[in-house]
């Protein structure tokens, strides 16, 4: 059981928009940012997102990120075939001292 | 570029140690802090602990302490990362990966090496 909960899956068709949640507590998302990974089928995770809203260097703008109390979302607009992978969400937790993931989330697009 | 090259996979039997590589190029290895992550079969990423720029200094995360030793070697720009005691559940590939900004530690990885497989059977 991960200390983030995100959906285990999510799906849309090529050009929708599709959004996934990170649901946290007071101790990790309440209190620290949150950052988000993409892991493409048999490779390293790649850093997505940061700071909550922030887009390293080289990811396209059609991704965003969001933040509002004890919950962030990853949010995927003009979803393309290459954006199936899974996305995880992280944040440090001050209570058990420690970075904790979501247990991520496969995205289909169909 | 910025590169992680890791060490190749290991089998170990059961209480048995194990000690994974991960050689830095590409920027200034003094200068930022390596952690490790693990990923079992089919599940998300698990954070193991981080050592800062010197290696001076690490922080491991609960369910390793006094199981995990993380190490760097700056004359070869190269970190490491020794688990102990193993068992079946530390079957997993283990990541290094960077904290991006010089002197910084945000608990934010950029970029990954390429993944080391452990696998622990008998």
């Known amino acids: 059981q991960s200390v983030l909960t995100q959906p285990p899956s999510a799906s849309g068709t090529p050009g929708q928009r599709v959004t996934i949640s990170c649901s946290g507590s007071?101790?990790?998302?309440?209190?620290?940012?949150v950052n988000w990974y993409q892991q493409l089928p048999g490779t390293a995770p790649k850093l997505l997102m940061h700071?909550?809203?922030q887009r390293p260097s080289g990811v396209p703008d059609r991704f965003s990120g969001s933040k509002s109390g004890t919950s962030a979302s990853l949010a995927i607009s003009g979803l393309q075939s290459e954006d199936e992978a899974h996305y995880y969400c992280?944040?440090?937790?001050?209570?058990?001292?420690?970075?904790?993931f979501g247990g991520g989330t496969k995205l289909s697009v169909l | 570029q910025v590169r992680l090259v890791q060490s190749g996979a290991e089998v170990r039997e059961p209480g048995a140690s194990v000690r994974v590589s991960c050689k830095a190029s590409?920027?200034?290895?003094?200068?930022?802090?390596i952690h490790w992550v693990r990923q079992a079969p089919g599940q998300g990423p698990e954070w193991m602990g981080v050592?800062?720029?010197?290696?001076?200094?690490?922080s491991y995360a609960k369910p390793f302490q006094g199981r995990v030793t993380m190490t760097r070697d700056t004359s070869t720009s190269t970190a490491y990362m020794e688990l102990t005691s193993l068992s079946s559940e530390d079957t997993a590939i283990y990541y290094c990966?960077?904290?991006?900004?010089?002197?910084?530690?945000?608990?934010?990885?950029?970029?990954w090496g390429q993944g080391t497989l452990v696998t622990v059977s008998s």
């Open positions: 990966t960077r904290d991006p900004l010089p002197f910084q530690r945000y608990n934010r990885f950029d970029p």
């Open positions: 050592v800062n720029p010197t290696g001076k200094s690490t």
């Open positions: 007071r101790s990790n998302i309440g209190s620290n940012t």
């Open positions: 992280a944040a440090w937790d001050d209570s058990l001292s420690g970075l904790v």
């Open positions: 700071t909550d809203t």
């Open positions: 590409g920027y200034t290895f003094s200068s930022h802090y």
